[in-house]
Each structure stands twice: as C-alpha cells, then as structure tokens.
C-alpha cells in the first residue's frame, strides 16, 4: 500500500466520522490537517481555483 493509499484510506475514515457526527468539523479539519504534514501530503487545490481561470479565459 503506497503512502496516498494509505492516506486516502485515512481521510475516507475521518470522513466518514464526521458523516456520523462523531466528530466535528474542527475535529476532522485539524486530524486532516495533522495527517496531511506527518504523511508530507500536498493538500489538493480546491476545484474553485480551476473555476476562476476559466472565467479568465471568457
């Protein structure tokens, strides 16, 4: 299992936590956060960004 198979299992996890409300938001945003600089993850660039280019181009 590579380290962002792992990592996805992860978040799928946390996720599915705070789905259930056995965690909060807050909870799940800093576990996340802490998974995502001990494993050296980038974090994904929110699809936002790719929406903003696009009305650049128009």
């Not at 909870?27 to 996340?32: E, G, K, T, V």
């Amino acid at each position: 299992m590579t380290n962002e198979e792992l990592f996805e299992n992860q978040k799928t996890l946390l996720d599915t936590l705070l789905g259930t409300g056995a965690i909060t938001q807050a909870q799940h945003d800093y576990s996340l956060s802490c998974l995502e600089k001990k494993m050296k993850i980038k974090k994904e660039e929110p699809e936002k960004k790719e929406s903003d280019n696009q009305k650049k181009d128009k």
